[in-house]
Structures are given as structure tokens and as C-alpha cells.
């Protein structure tokens, strides 16, 4: 008997009209479909509600956001799960909010599932790329250089990226809200720095960095910050 196939498919940042046909395809062909959940909820699975078939599989991972060791277990059981059906020559679609390679979830179970069953990736619309459609502002243009930091990184880091990127993203703000402003403000680009929450989703928030109140600011979002006007226009 042939294996399954595992599709790690990129769903896009939140509206459903984001996901490419070449994912939906490979979604509404799949035997079973699995997504992370944390406390209780799935973005990824919200995203494509409308086209699952009532006799696909779901298989729920337990996903944390904490990361770490914390998550292991999850992503463990899950693969396991996962394996079963592909043992049985079932495809099964995984699916991940923005794309799957990019801060994506799907990370950890394609170093769990490659090499011992075949695996396609479908890339998907990032949440960077839709918080600067948002904006909007191009990210990057000509000879300029773009640096994309989780805000978890201490600020020595975060100032290494300052000093190198023409245009700087910081992912996963939440609770670094505070630090990440202040260290900003004291590199002379408030002015400069914008924040968007949850890009393409109808929650989607939109502004200056100046202008957030840090006990609002959400896992979900991401700070853009661009040094200098661009050199290219």
C-alpha cells in the first residue's frame, strides 16, 4: 500500500478570500485536516471552515504559544496521529495560519514527518506582507534590506537588526509592547514605526506606534518600522 502525503498548507493571515486555490484543492482532497488550537479556538481552521467536507477527519493540536518544551507533547501527539492516517495511504492537510514555513506551526511537524512520508508544502500570504498591505507601505524595494526579529529576542539583538535592516519587523509583539516601544523611542524612529493587529481579519487594527495603548497590544501583531524614506521612488 502507497503512503498518504502530509500538505502543510499556508491559509493565509485571516481572510478567507486570502487562501490560494492550490491549497484549497489540496484541503477539500485530503481525508483528514489537522490545525493548532489554543485555548480552545482555531484561527487556521476559521480561515476554511466554509469548505470542509462533513466526512473529513479534524485532528485538534494542542499548539501553546509559549513554545518551548511546553508545546512538544502536542505537536508529538499529533504527528503520531497524523502518521496513522498516512500509514493507511490517507492524505492528510495540516493547515497554518500565514505560511507554513514562516514562524509557522507546521515547522514541527515536518521535522517529526520528513523523511518518513512524502510532504508538500503550499506557501502561503503572510501576516508581514498583509500588515504592509494594510499600511499600506512596500516593505522593501530596489537595493534596501528588510529584518524580520521575533519581539521575544533581547534588545542587544533587536539592536543589531535596527542598526543593519532599512526596514525592521518585529513579530509576536504581546507582552513585549512596552520594551519594544521604549527601545524604539530611544533609537529616534517613533515617528517612524507603525503597528498593525491582526491584518485581514475584520478585528484588524491599524496605527501609529505613538498612538497604542500598551495594555492593548496582542501576540497577534506585528510592529513595522522603516529608517528612512525609500530610496527608490
Avoid at 492524505?91 to 497554518?96: E, R, S
Avoid at 499600511?135 to 526579529?149: F, N, W
Avoid at 527601545?183 to 515617528?191: M, P, R, V
Wanted: aromatic share 8%; hydrophobic share 45%.
Amino acid at each position: 500500500m502507497n503512503k498518504g502525503t502530509v500538505y502543510g498548507l499556508g491559509v493565509g493571515p485571516g481572510d478567507p478570500e486570502l487562501i490560494t486555490l492550490k491549497a484549497l484543492k489540496r484541503l477539500q482532497a485530503a481525508r483528514a485536516v489537522a490545525y493548532p488550537v489554543q485555548r480552545g479556538d482555531s484561527v487556521a481552521r476559521a480561515i476554511v471552515a466554509a469548505h470542509l467536507r462533513p466526512d473529513q477527519s479534524e485532528i485538534a493540536i494542542d499548539a501553546p504559544m509559549t513554545g518551548g518544551e511546553t508545546a512538544q507533547p502536542g505537536y508529538d501527539a499529533a504527528a503520531q496521529t497524523i502518521a496513522g492516517y498516512l500509514e493507511r495511504g490517507e492524505d492528510v492537510a495540516v493547515l497554518c495560519e500565514g505560511d507554513p514555513l514562516f514562524y509557522g506551526s507546521f515547522i514541527y511537524l515536518l521535522s517529526r514527518l520528513a523523511g518518513k512520508y512524502r510532504v508538500e508544502v503550499v506557501p502561503g500570504v503572510t501576516s508581514l506582507t498583509a500588515c504592509a498591505a494594510a499600511l499600506p507601505l512596500p516593505l522593501v524595494g530596489r537595493d534596501e534590506r528588510l529584518v524580520v526579529m521575533p519581539a521575544i529576542l533581547p534588545d542587544e539583538k533587536l539592536r543589531e537588526g535596527f542598526a543593519f535592516g532599512d526596514s525592521v519587523a518585529i513579530v509576536k509583539v504581546g507582552r513585549h509592547f512596552r520594551r519594544l516601544a521604549a527601545l524604539i523611542d530611544e533609537l529616534g524612529l517613533t515617528a517612524r514605526a507603525h503597528y498593525v493587529e491582526r491584518a485581514s481579519q475584520a478585528a484588524q487594527r491599524v496605527l501609529p506606534l505613538a498612538g497604542v495603548d500598551p495594555a492593548s497590544a496582542t501576540y497577534f501583531a506585528i510592529i513595522l518600522v522603516f529608517k528612512e524614506a525609500s530610496s527608490w521612488r
